[in-house]
């Protein structure tokens, strides 16, 4: 257990809304990720942050944003969701050079 | 070329049988390479990492082949909780510190009583 958390777990939203997922960890780790999975597709990155205030954009980045302004949390942002959104979004840390999973959000675009 | 292929499946297997999957990757400067299994509504759980001599975890035993740019996962005597889909993993960053991983869409197994 790496001690990863994300809220909401669950969440159902409309177009053009904004919307905030949250990824919380406790053991203090450096790099955090955003992923997206999709039928059809292996998880691809969305953004990461190799400290706080420092992130990156990963291979979808567009329509999503993030902060880190804390250590233990990483937050990613829908400015305006669109259908094309809905998906299952993880978040994950590095420990050790291996990546550790929060349990998901599945968010719906309605 | 994909960047992380993995046999299509699904693998529908009875118990006690052996299975392999297998992977390839593009990026010839890969450095670092996993197995992860999910179970379904279930988040990817690491099953281990793949070294270039090989490793084995009881019966689960992975091979890195750097040449062909091929990882194997073996699995034997299966069970009914191996039933998953497994993910090829590979870190495609040259340098090996970025740790941004490429995932495989996965492939689904089954094994049946």
């Known amino acids: 257990d790496a001690g990863i958390t994300q809220s909401p777990r669950h969440k159902v939203t409309e177009t053009g809304t904004p919307v905030t997922l949250r990824c919380h960890q406790t053991e203090n780790h450096r790099y955090m990720y955003w992923y997206r999975q999709d039928p059809g597709h292996g998880l691809r990155l969305i953004h990461y942050?190799?400290?706080?205030?420092?992130?990156d954009k990963g291979e979808v980045s567009d329509g999503y944003s993030v902060s880190r302004s804390k250590t233990e949390d990483f937050l990613l942002t829908l400015e305006s969701a669109t259908s094309s959104q809905t998906s299952v979004y993880f978040c994950?840390?590095?420990?050790?050079?291996?990546?550790?999973f929060g349990p998901g959000t599945r968010l719906t675009v309605t | 070329r994909k960047e992380v292929e993995q046999d299509p499946g699904p693998f529908n297997v009875p118990e006690g049988a052996t299975v392999a999957f297998n992977c390839t990757y593009s990026n010839s400067a890969s450095q670092s390479f996993f197995w992860y299994r999910q179970d379904c509504r279930k988040e990817p759980k690491l099953l281990m990492s793949?070294?270039?001599s090989g490793n084995e975890d009881g019966r689960f035993t992975a091979q890195l082949n750097r040449a062909s740019q091929y990882i194997s996962l073996l699995i034997r005597d299966s069970k009914l909780s191996d039933s998953a889909t497994y993910l090829c993993?590979?870190?495609?960053?040259?340098?090996?510190?970025?740790?941004?991983?490429?995932f495989g869409k996965g492939t689904l197994l089954t094994v049946n009583p």
């Open positions: 793949v070294y270039s």
């Open positions: 994950a840390i590095s420990a050790r050079n291996e990546q550790y």
């Open positions: 942050s190799y400290g706080v205030k420092d992130t």
């Open positions: 993993v590979v870190n495609m960053e040259s340098g090996g510190s970025n740790y941004k991983l490429t």
